[in-house]
């Protein structure tokens, strides 16, 4: 109990004393990105989006104030080359690929954007793409010319321009098949610039890059780590609220998405029955052995299959998927849309067993998804009544 009040301690230690992170800022920092809704955008004057935020949120926690007006947009190729060759310049939202590994210091991720190919769907459009048949139009020094690439294309099929508005122009007057592009932002720029947006559509998929926040290569070492640690902490610390800042952040921008899952309902409730067994077994090991994140209170295949234990009064007892809230009472904190999901679990285990929904982050995918929890009041064998609960995300179908 005594290390874990400790580690606590250190936590808050770290979110409250901004003067000391504040210090490693460099005096000359720039900070550069593009219009690349809904990850950084301009609305009516306003800088917005998901990287936006999300930047604002962690150097905050660091003691530093970014006014966002200091945040200058720049058309990519120009803020790309800017980065490369300034010291203490910051780009974002910046696709993490092997061809820029070395170039760049990198602090993330923010978040995966999958990328399309965008044209415009004819009745003699092939039923089965083939991405070697097409002309491809891309944004010069995007990420989505390598993704082309990765996905068949041959250099000489893309052609490089400057600018969103550049490419959807091609594709609509013929002199470009498709655009290789990211799918949520494509739709934006689409909507945007192009003269008829409904005629364009995603003709196939290329792939998934995780976006980051993409520092020159003499950026301070320190202050790069710095925003590392305070994004992974903004990330996974529901101990407020019950929803991470990150979770608010992406709700506030991306639709609630859903996700094929390969965890069954029965893979759920026999996990939760086997756990009940072993707490009325022996409670102190049960407890030990799930904070402990070992099988089978966290599956090693399917690590999304995992188990967690609450007090009658909402104290997360044991965690065997997010160690953060390990010792936290939970009790009247919510998902991202204020729905006590975690009170009505408590409520409805007192009659006996069942299922809650709810809207949470995922541990390896981007967004917001709904997530379906079951649970079962046990009887430890200390005589103390405790929650037992397990979940997985609701599939699509």
Known sequence: MYQRLLICTILILSLCTGPTFAQSAPSDLLILTEEFPPYNYMDNGTLKGISVDFVESAFSHMGIDIPRDSIKILPWAEGYNTTLTRNNTLLFSTGRIPQREDQFVWAGPIISD?????????????????????????????????MAEHAGATP???????????????????????????????????????????????????????????????????????????????????????????????????????????????????????????????????????????????????????????????????????????????????????????????KGAVEGTGWEQYLISHPTLSGIFQKESYYRLTTGSDGVQYVVISGRYTPCA
Request: aromatic content about 8%; some cysteine; proline content about 5%.
């Open 114 to 146: 999958t990328k399309v190919l965008w044209g415009i769907s004819t009745n003699d459009s092939p039923q089965i793409p083939d991405i070697q048949s097409y002309r491809i139009v891309a944004i010069r020094n995007d990420s989505g010319i390598s």
């Open 156 to 346: 000489d099929q893309i052609i490089e321009v400057s600018s969103p508005e550049e490419a959807i122009m091609m594709v609509e007057n013929g002199t470009a098949d498709a655009w290789s592009y990211g799918e949520l932002s494509g739709q934006s720029m689409i909507t945007k610039y192009a003269d008829d947006p409904k005629s364009f559509s995603s003709i196939m998929k290329i792939g998934a890059i995780d976006e980051y926040f993409a520092f020159n290569k003499n950026t301070d070492p320190g202050f790069v780590a710095e925003l590392n640690s305070t994004i992974s902490n903004l990330k996974i610390n529901r101990s407020e609220t019950g929803s991470s800042e990150y979770e608010q952040i992406i709700y506030r921008y991306k639709p609630v998405g859903c996700v094929e899952s390969d965890i069954s309902p029965q893979m759920v409730t026999d996990l939760v029955n086997i756990t009940s067994d072993t707490l009325s077994q022996n409670t102190p090991q049960t407890l030990k052995k799930i904070n402990a994140m070992v099988a089978p209170y966290k599956d090693p295949v399917t690590p999304g299959l995992y188990v967690f234990v609450y007090s009658l009064n909402g104290t997360n007892m044991a965690d065997a998927g997010n160690p953060d809230v390990i010792g936290r009472n939970m009790s009247g904190k919510g998902d991202v849309t204020g729905k006590m999901y975690r009170d009505e679990i408590l």
